[in-house]
C-alpha cells in the first residue's frame, strides 16, 4: 500500500537523551516535512525538505536535527537541548506545491 | 507570517444538523487545505482547495481566495465526524510549508 509510515507509535525517554523518529514514504514525493503538535493547538513546521541531501529549518528548528539522505526518508533527532520535547510529532509529504499527506504520528514523552 | 483564524473554536451538534466552519487568512495562498484530526491524532485529508467549490459527499468546501477566506459545509452530521478540524496555507511565494489554524472542535451528540 502506498502511504506515509512512522515509528514507532509511542516513545518514552529519560530526560537528557537524544532520541530519533522515524518517517518513511512510499508516494515518490519529493518534499518531506516535520510537524509538532502540542495539546490544544495546530501543528508547526519544525523542518521541511525538498529535495535529497537539502533541508531548511521551519518556526522551531532549535534543539532538533534531521537528515535527508534517500528520498523516502526523512527522519528526525529530538535533541537534549530542546527544552519541552513532549508533544505529538507528524511527518508529511507532497509532490512541490501541492497537496500534503500525513503519516499517523509519534507521541513522545520526555520524563 | 501569515495569521490563519478559524471559527467557531467549539461546536457541538445534534446528529442530522448541519454545519459551517469557517477559515480566514492573512495574506494571498497558493495552497488551501482542509483535514480532519480523528481521536487517534491521524490527519485525514478532506480538501484540496486554493480557489473555488469541491464536494465529497456531505462534505463541500469553498474558498474565495481574493476575500482570504474558506469556509467547510457539513451536511446531515454522523457521530462519526466529531474530531478537529484545520484549515491550513501556504502563502503565495512561499517555500510551500502549511501554516496552521488552531482548529475548529466538533462534537456531534446521537
Known amino acids: 500500500d502506498g502511504g506515509i509510515t512512522q515509528s514507532p507509535k509511542y516513545l518514552f525517554r529519560k530526560e537528557g537523551q537524544n532520541v530519533t523518529l522515524s518517517c518513511e514514504q512510499n508516494?515518490?514525493?519529493?518534499?518531506m516535512y516535520w510537524y509538532r503538535q502540542d495539546p490544544g493547538q495546530g501543528l508547526r513546521l519544525i523542518y521541511y525538505s525538498q529535495i535529497v541531501n537539502d533541508f531548511q529549518k521551519g518556526d522551531i528548528a532549535e534543539g532538533y536535527s534531521v537528515s535527508r539522505e534517500k528520498k523516502e526518508s526523512f527522519p528526525l533527532t529530538v535533541t537534549s537541548a530542546q527544552k519541552n520535547p513532549t508533544a505529538f510529532y507528524l511527518c508529511?509529504?507532497?509532490?512541490?506545491?501541492?497537496?500534503?499527506?500525513f503519516g499517523p504520528g509519534t507521541r513522545l514523552t520526555v520524563t | 507570517g501569515i495569521q490563519v483564524e478559524q471559527s467557531p473554536p467549539d461546536l457541538i451538534l445534534q446528529e442530522g444538523a448541519n454545519s459551517t466552519l469557517r477559515c480566514n487568512f492573512s495574506?494571498?495562498?497558493?495552497?488551501l487545505q482542509w483535514f480532519h484530526q480523528n481521536p487517534w491524532g491521524q490527519l485525514i485529508n478532506l480538501f484540496y482547495i486554493p480557489s473555488g467549490t469541491k464536494q465529497n459527499g456531505r462534505l463541500s468546501a469553498t474558498t474565495v481566495a481574493t476575500e482570504r477566506y474558506s469556509l467547510l459545509y457539513i451536511s446531515s452530521s454522523q457521530t462519526t465526524d466529531s474530531g478537529v478540524y484545520f484549515c491550513a496555507v501556504t502563502p503565495s511565494g512561499s517555500a510551500r510549508q502549511l501554516t496552521f489554524g488552531s482548529g475548529t472542535q466538533l462534537t456531534v451528540l446521537p
Open positions: 508516494l515518490n514525493h519529493d518534499a
Open positions: 508529511a509529504s507532497s509532490t512541490l506545491g501541492l497537496e500534503q499527506y
Open positions: 495574506d494571498s495562498v497558493n495552497n
